[in-house]
């Protein structure tokens, strides 16, 4: 008995001890403790839907931020969302996604909700003057994200389609090292993983939402894809893509349409213009420890970050030679007790707010057309993969006529 008892004990410390730095980070995902009070210039947010994912993407991080405050939520349920606000402490109840998004009381839009509605609520939000945080994928045709820019630029608002491992200073250095800095030499080839179990998946992800369902997750390689291939340079060429229910594995080459190494005579030389190979693969139906990566060989070697979707947990980036590097502090200047363990959504909150309030009206629309065009690219790469695939393009629904159609 003793015996048992005292190997159960050691093994729970060591746990714990190992653990504990995770649990510490994982705590700062949730909500502050103690209330932070907002500036009186604080920027209002709006939620449309009562969803989930408002949790993790805006109303936690909010309440850690004094220059962001949830004022309003709308559901297609007056009761959920009155159910949801009371639960949040939001202050204002709409009884419908329109009504919410003509509220002059709220600057910014977050649209939470499922994907078939982000462009026709997003286009009804920007007509209506108001800036829109926008969940990923942020639409499934190009065509749609070109007239969703458009219509930004138009009213002058910010429109970010909400990538929070972007922001992250993990996935930044990433960009340092292989971009910038090129620590594996000439890049060659990168592969791309993201596989988390979901034991819900084939069962209720029926045909009909399988592009819709499957695309949620793969939409972040496409995203990892174009971030670590520096701008517009690149000619991709989809070599091949399967899709699943609950898988998706494609093979693409990236070719250089003109290389910057070669024109400004930075030793690239030949090797600079080789194309890349790219490998994407997505799984909900293997029952693996999750596995999230992208990794670059290169001439110089390989450099590999793993846990790329949620590095404030836990990640590592590992370098050509060997050594591995962690970042899990903010930005250099952030020294509030919070920086250590600051989420990606709570880095991507703080960007959209930055945006917002950005006087300099060069860096403001320097950063609005990357941002963009990114949302552009990955729609059209959306779209071109789902057409080799052989599936069905999805079609965005109306609204608001569609929007209390059964999915
Ligand atoms: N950034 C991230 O980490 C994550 C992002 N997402 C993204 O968020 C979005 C929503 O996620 P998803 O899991 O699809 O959505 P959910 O099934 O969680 O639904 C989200 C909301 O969609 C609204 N909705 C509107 N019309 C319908 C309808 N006909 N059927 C079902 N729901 C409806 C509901 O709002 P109401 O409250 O009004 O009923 C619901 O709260 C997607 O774009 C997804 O990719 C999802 C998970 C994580
Ligand atoms: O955005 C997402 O990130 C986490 C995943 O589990 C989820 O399927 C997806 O929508």
């Known amino acids: ?117 982000h462009y026709a609520i997003t286009q009804y939000a920007l007509q209506h003057g108001k800036h829109v945080l926008l969940e990923k994928p942020a639409v499934f045709l190009e065509h749609e994200a070109k007239k969703l820019v458009a219509l930004a630029r138009e009213q002058n608002k910010i429109l970010l389609e909400a990538f929070h491992w972007r922001y992250h200073p993990a996935a930044i250095r990433v960009q340092e090292l292989v971009v910038e800095q090129k620590v594996v030499g000439s890049l060659e080839s990168m592969e791309l993983k993201a596989s988390l179990y979901d034991p819900m998946a084939s069962k209720a992800e029926g045909a009909a939402k399988q592009s819709v369902k499957l695309f ?8 990892e894809m174009h971030y670590y291939l520096p701008k517009d340079q690149w000619d991709i060429e989809i070599e ?14 990236a070719t250089p349409v003109e290389s910057p190494d070669l024109e400004k005579g930075e030793g690239g030389g030949a090797s600079a213009v080789k194309p890349v190979q790219i490998t994407m693969d997505a799984y909900k139906d293997k029952l693996e420890i999750p596995s999230w990566y992208v990794s670059f060989q290169g001439s110089n070697g390989s450099l590999r970050y793993d846990n790329a979707l949620f ?40 960007i959209f707010a930055s945006l917002l309030t950005e006087q300099d009206e060069w860096k403001k629309a320097k950063t609005n057309q990357a941002l963009w065009a990114s949302m552009i690219r990955n729609a059209k790469m959306a779209e071109r993969m789902v057409a080799a695939s052989d599936q069905t393009p999805v079609s965005s629904w109306t609204f608001p006529q569609d929007y209390q159609m059964p999915r």
């Not at 109303?59 to 606000?85: F, G």
């Not at 996604?97 to 910014?108: K, T």
């Not at 949620?216 to 995203?223: A, E, I, K, N, P």
């Not at 091949?240 to 494609?250: F, G, I, Y």
């Open 1 to 117: 008995m003793f015996p048992r008892f005292a190997l159960f004990s050691v093994t729970t410390a060591v746990l714990a001890y190992a653990f504990a730095p995770m649990a510490q980070r994982l705590l700062f995902l949730m909500p502050a403790s103690t209330a932070v009070s907002k500036d009186p210039s604080a920027i209002k947010v709006g939620l449309v839907g009562a969803a989930d994912i408002a949790k993790f993407a805006v109303l936690w991080p909010a309440s850690r931020e004094s220059s962001v405050v949830v004022t309003a939520v709308a559901a297609r349920s007056v009761d959920k969302a009155k159910a949801y606000a009371a639960k949040h402490g939001i202050p204002k109840v709409h009884s419908n996604y329109q009504e919410l998004i003509m509220d002059p009381d709220i600057d910014v839009v977050y649209i939470g909700v499922i994907t078939e509605l």
């Open 216 to 223: 949620d997750r793969w939409c972040y390689l496409v995203d």
């Open 240 to 253: 091949s893509v399967e899709m699943m229910p609950t898988k998706m594995h494609a093979k693409l080459t």
């Open 311 to 350: 590095p404030f947990i836990y990640h590592k980036i590992t370098k050509p030679d060997g050594t591995v590097e962690q970042r899990y502090t903010a930005a250099a200047n952030d020294t509030s007790e919070n920086a250590v363990g600051k989420s990606t959504f709570a880095h991507q909150l703080e």
